[in-house]
């Protein structure tokens, strides 16, 4: 099982501390599908300022494995679809 966002924050700056001791990172609610994972999908996609659409592909694609299967490959899909209209002008 992978650390907490506060373990992770504390090995990578020498144990001092730069988030809160209760970072929202630390609690999922519903569910363990981005616990488990080294750098959670909301920490990526905050620090390198992605947008909605993109995040939502990178969130399904991570949890996959772990939550809904095909169902998260197919979501991850449709926003690519998404991205490809909205950003591209590309229709299927």
């Known amino acids: 099982m992978g650390m907490t ?3 992770y924050n504390n090995l990578v700056n020498n144990g ?3 988030m809160k001791k209760d970072s929202a ?5 519903a569910g363990t599908h981005y616990k488990s994972m080294a ?10 300022s992605i947008g909605f ?4 592909i ?15 490959i197919r979501k991850a899909i449709h926003y690519c679809e998404l ?3 909205t950003k591209y002008g590309e229709n299927k």
């Not at 969130?59 to 772990?66: E, N, P, W």
């Open 5 to 7: 966002f506060t373990e």
């Open 16 to 18: 001092s501390t730069i």
């Open 25 to 29: 990172l630390d609690k999922q609610v």
């Open 39 to 48: 750098i959670q999908p909301v920490e990526f996609i905050t620090k390198n």
């Open 53 to 56: 659409l993109e995040g939502n």
């Open 58 to 72: 990178i969130k399904y694609v991570c949890r996959h494995h772990a939550k809904n299967g095909v169902d998260d």
């Open 83 to 85: 991205l490809l209209e």
